[in-house]
């Protein structure tokens, strides 16, 4: 992706640090791009970097089948900073010595700063915690290299060789667990590599808009818009590019949350001016969900009818070539760029649209290069609502999915309701947004219960709220009892048809996050 931004290349040795490292070097407020630790020298060389980072990886680079970079790489001239599988790589391939070692060093760690620290960690306070995952380290720097760092079990925690510009530590400058890992990362972008601190949220929008424009000319584009972060900010920053050449059509299935369209079209429609389709579709999707319990059958039916509908209108209009989708850079990674197959990745896109037979757009992917932080930095910029850039992840097939059993305009009401509530008291006491996700699902049964006089027979809530990084697993929540109790009174004071409240406390696994 060029970008006119200095670049810093991270190579990818096969640890989950590779993503953390590209992240913290644009957090310095430098470009940062992950590339496959192989990658020649030939075409390092052609990206023309600032800098190359080499991330950790697997444990021992004496292992069968061990990731090994060119060593060329090493002699372009270009600033290296290694770490952990990084510093034993550089050692490896420019004559220093790893030996073979039973003993590993693992968590926090005291580093000890040697002499004046060299380039690299001059000024960091001569004792401070680091953060060690690492069974190998070096033995012997290689020639022209000093040893600017140790700790009680690693005699080589940093080495640097400044007049080859090379600099490696075998701790972990990227996890927040390392004391002073930004400011060394910074040290290294800022001062010894001279890269300005420029990728900010005004340059990642004009960069962004300059190619859009580029790429898209005089066509016209169409954009489906959910609502959430990622398609809004895609809708947003093309406005912003293109203008009136942007249509989008926001499906309006009838299963959102309260107030939720409503939102999507004043932010669009009046306070952007953008061109757009609202289709309200709820009595469709109503009559197509009657009587489904299954899940799965509930999520392909919303699924396929969404594009039904979304090719409808958007064949409808009058030369529209592109469609943009909001495909963010960690899907980039996840779908090959790791593997350095970076193209395979427009493909596996691609192939999730189901265009019709005969039809065809284009792709845009104005988010391909952006980390999730940075699309939420991004819309805060261009100006939309905090409720749409802080919005929680909501599912595609949206409340459908948490009325369990069939589906009826009542029960989503009822929901709504109930679902808002939660949402505002969590969001409350929630100001620095501990909680990943936080909703309400209504169950398929009815419970007795007493109020007033009356002997009542009305559904439940299930209150959900879970701590999650990724979603991939996730806790439930630690709400203080005080906000339990205060959304329990309130739903059923205020929500007609709720006759019991209740706290889901499974972590996932062995649940999911959503009930369906
Ligand atoms: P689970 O329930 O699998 O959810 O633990 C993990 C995350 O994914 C969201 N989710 C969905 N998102 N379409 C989506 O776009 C879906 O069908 C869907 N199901 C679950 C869920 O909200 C959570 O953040």
């Given at each position: 992706m060029q970008t006119g931004q200095p670049t810093v290349l991270v190579l990818d040795f096969g640890a989950q640090y590779a993503q953390l490292i590209a992240r913290r070097v644009r957090e310095a407020r430098v470009y940062s791009e992950i590339v496959p630790f192989d990658i020649s020298a030939e075409e390092v060389r052609r990206r023309d970097?600032?800098?190359?980072?080499?991330?950790?990886?697997?444990?021992?680079?004496?292992?069968?089948?061990?990731?090994?970079?060119?060593?060329?790489?090493?002699?372009?001239?270009?600033?290296?900073l290694g770490f952990c599988y990084g510093i034993q790589e550089m050692a490896l391939h420019l004559g220093g010595d790893i030996p073979r070692t039973d003993i590993g060093e693992y968590g926090y760690a005291e580093l000890e700063v040697l002499g004046d620290g060299g380039e690299l960690l001059s000024g960091i306070p001569e004792r401070s915690q680091c953060w060690m995952s690492h069974r190998d380290s070096v033995g012997t720097p290689p020639p022209g290299f000093s040893v600017t760092a140790r700790t009680a079990t690693t005699a080589i925690a940093a080495m640097e060789d400044g007049s080859r510009r090379l600099y490696a530590t075998q701790f972990h400058?990227?996890?927040?667990?390392?004391?002073?890992?930004?400011?060394?990362?910074?040290?290294?972008?800022?001062?010894?590599?001279?890269?300005a601190p420029t990728w900010t949220m005004v340059n990642i929008i004009e960069d962004t808009v300059e190619r859009v424009r580029e790429q898209v000319g005089e066509d016209r584009v169409i954009c489906a818009l959910s609502g959430g972060v990622d398609s809004s900010v895609v809708a947003a920053l093309?406005?912003?590019?293109?203008?009136?050449?942007?249509?989008?059509?926001?499906?309006?299935?009838?299963?959102?949350?309260?107030?939720e369209a409503e939102e999507v079209v004043r932010v669009f429609r009046d306070q952007f001016?953008?061109?757009?389709?609202?289709?309200?579709?709820?009595?469709?999707?109503?009559?197509l969900l009657a009587g489904v319990t299954d899940p799965e059958l509930k999520r392909r039916i919303i699924g396929e009818e969404f594009w039904r509908i979304f090719f409808e209108e958007a064949t409808a209009l009058e030369g529209v070539k592109w469609l943009a989708q909001g495909t963010l850079y960690p899907d980039v990674i996840e779908s090959g760029g790791r593997a350095g197959k970076a193209t395979a990745k427009i493909k596996s896109h691609h192939n999730l649209i189901?265009?019709?037979?005969?039809?065809?757009?284009?792709?845009?992917?104005?988010?391909?290069?952006?980390?999730?932080?940075?699309?939420?930095?991004?819309?805060?910029?261009?100006?939309?609502?905090?409720?749409i850039v802080h919005r929680q992840p909501f599912p595609g097939p949206g409340l459908a999915v948490r009325v369990i059993g069939d589906i009826t305009r009542e029960k989503l009401d009822l929901l709504r309701k109930a679902d808002a509530i939660v949402r505002e008291e969590i969001a409350e006491w929630d100001?620095?947004?501990?909680?990943?996700?936080?909703?309400?699902?209504?169950?398929?049964?009815?419970?007795?219960?007493?109020?007033?006089?009356?002997?009542?027979?009305?559904?439940?809530?299930?209150?959900?709220?879970?701590?999650?990084?990724?979603?991939?697993?996730?806790?439930?929540a630690r709400l203080p009892h005080e906000l339990l109790a205060k959304m329990s009174n309130r739903i059923i004071n205020e929500v007609d048809g709720i006759n019991r409240v209740a706290y889901d406390i499974t972590s996932k696994p062995p649940g999911t996050i959503e009930w369906e």
């Open positions: 970097p600032a800098a190359l980072i080499l991330s950790g990886g697997p444990a021992s680079v004496y292992a069968d089948g061990a990731p090994h970079m060119d060593p060329a790489v090493l002699t372009l001239g270009i600033p290296v400058p990227e996890v927040a667990h390392t004391e002073h890992g930004q400011e060394i990362i910074k040290r290294f972008l800022h001062d010894i590599v001279g890269a093309l406005h912003r590019a293109i203008g009136d050449q942007l249509t989008c059509v926001f499906v309006d299935h009838g299963l959102l949350r309260l107030d001016h953008v061109d757009l389709v609202h289709v309200q579709a709820e009595e469709r999707y109503l009559s189901p265009f019709p037979d005969g039809v065809h757009f284009d792709l845009i992917e104005p988010l391909s290069n952006l980390f999730k932080d940075e699309v939420r930095a991004v819309g805060a910029e261009l100006g939309l609502p905090d409720e100001r620095d947004r501990q909680v990943w996700q936080y909703f309400a699902v209504l169950p398929d049964i009815r419970s007795v219960g007493v109020m007033g006089d009356e002997r009542t027979y009305a559904h439940p809530i299930i209150i959900r709220a879970v701590a999650s990084a990724d979603a991939m697993t996730a806790d439930w």
